[in-house]
């Protein structure tokens, strides 16, 4: 299978990686050795980090937890990306409703 880099969602940083799955850097690295991923160096702002393929961190976790502790993990975060994006909304909303409060003040003058 050809890895794809440079669609969207299809790598994530060894950061992200252990954010996301609860993998340490010692089983990152020790699974790039093994050849269990495949990395790229990349760096923001001078500092370096890892990408890696999503995909091949989904098999090492599969493997080392089973299949019960990715989908707990994948759901974990769906769930942590729907709350961000709940409080963006809020936070949007409390702004409009400040606004249109504004608005109707300045017509009544």
Same mark, same amino acid.
């Given at each position: 299978?050809?890895?794809?880099?440079?669609?969207?969602?299809?790598?994530?940083?060894?950061?992200?990686?252990?954010?996301?799955?609860? #993998?340490?850097?010692?089983?990152?690295?020790?699974?790039?050795? $093994?050849? *269990? /991923?495949?990395? %790229?160096?990349?760096? &923001?702002?001078?500092?370096?980090?890892?990408?890696?393929?999503?995909?091949?961190?989904?098999?090492?976790?599969?493997?080392?937890?089973?299949?019960?502790?990715?989908?707990?993990?994948? #759901?974990?975060?769906?769930?942590?990306?729907?709350?961000?994006? $709940?409080? *963006? /909304?809020?936070? %949007?909303?409390?702004? &409009?409703?400040?606004?249109?409060?504004?608005?109707?003040?300045?017509?009544?003058?």
């Amino acid at each position: 299978m050809k890895a794809n880099w440079t669609q969207k969602g299809a790598s994530l940083s060894d950061k992200s990686a252990r954010q996301e799955f609860g #993998l340490t850097q010692q089983e990152i690295i020790t699974a790039i050795r $093994a050849g *269990k /991923l495949q990395f %790229r160096e990349n760096h &923001i702002h001078g500092n370096p980090y890892l990408r890696l393929l999503r995909h091949e961190v989904e098999a090492l976790v599969r493997d080392n937890s089973g299949h019960d502790e990715l989908k707990k993990k994948k #759901l974990q975060k769906e769930l942590a990306d729907i709350n961000k994006e $709940a409080r *963006k /909304l809020k936070a %949007r909303l409390k702004a &409009i409703e400040r606004r249109k409060a504004e608005l109707m003040k300045d017509l009544d003058e």
